[in-house]
């Protein structure tokens, strides 16, 4: 099966600054990268998805990149803010036949400091 | 207007007496897992329904199971809960077309967070 592997386990930046997670996954037949945002106490929520035929997509501040000959995809937030601060768990598929599952990282804990 | 709808939120059982945890949605998809959250891990899937097909994780124990009476509800059943299985459960909804090849986007309730004493 599947397995995705995230780094950092945490991360901690200052108000403005970057911040950079990557995940790397083992099934090349996976063509569907998804990140999802939790803050505490809450539930999951989408944040930004890439499917393999596409190297790079950007919504305002977040953008993911996926190198698929490599088999590794990363999230960029730029200029963090506070609100930034939560747990962020990226996630692998593969469509097709019945297989509609997702495999998550550990997270990362982001801890944006103002 | 909450689309995917846990009850209860909390829940504290004593050990071995069963839990049911229900998940409603409003979405009409025909997708739904169950996930399981322990502390400060990633969610992992338990089952998943596509419409009425049952699709069970190899490493799922079988004092886990799962009803799906119709596209909006579907319930976990813990026969018999252990402390380990203390954790918050997740329920989650995507619209999904066999052999259409695209996953959609995981639409995730609440959760339902267990105790067990």
């Known amino acids: 099966g599947e397995n995705v592997e995230q780094h950092p386990s945490t991360l901690s930046v200052q108000e403005g600054d970057s911040a950079v997670i990557k995940c790397t996954y083992s099934?090349?037949?996976?063509?569907?990268f998804p990140w999802y945002k939790q803050e505490l106490g809450k539930r999951p929520q989408l944040i930004i998805d890439?499917?393999?035929?596409?190297g790079e997509k950007k919504d305002q501040r977040i953008a993911v990149t996926l190198n698929k000959t490599a088999k590794h995809f990363s999230l960029h937030i730029t200029e963090t803010q506070p609100e930034d601060s939560a747990v962020y768990f990226c996630?692998?598929?593969?469509?097709?036949?019945?297989?509609?599952?997702?495999?998550f990282g550990k997270g990362t804990l982001l801890t944006v400091n103002p | 207007d909450a689309m995917v709808i846990q009850n209860p939120r909390y829940q504290v059982t004593q050990f071995g007496k069963p839990v049911t945890l229900s998940c409603s949605q409003t979405?009409?998809?025909?997708?739904m897992y169950w996930y399981q959250q322990k502390s400060s891990q990633a969610p992992k899937l338990l089952f998943h329904?596509?419409?009425?097909?049952?699709?069970n994780e190899a490493d799922t124990p079988d004092n886990f199971q799962s009803r799906r009476p119709n596209t909006s509800f579907c319930f976990l059943d813990i026969r018999s809960p252990g402390l380990g299985d203390a954790a918050m459960y997740l329920c989650?909804?995507?619209?999904?077309?066999?052999?259409?090849?695209?996953?959609?986007?995981?639409?995730f309730g609440e959760g339902s967070r267990l105790t067990v004493l």
């Open positions: 989650a909804t995507s619209r999904a077309v066999l052999g259409g090849g695209r996953t959609g986007e995981l639409f």
């Open positions: 099934d090349s037949a996976s063509n569907y």
């Open positions: 890439i499917r393999s035929n596409v």
């Open positions: 996630a692998a598929s593969r469509s097709g036949g019945s297989n509609y599952k997702l495999t």
């Open positions: 979405l009409n998809h025909n997708v």
């Open positions: 329904y596509y419409d009425k097909d049952f699709n």
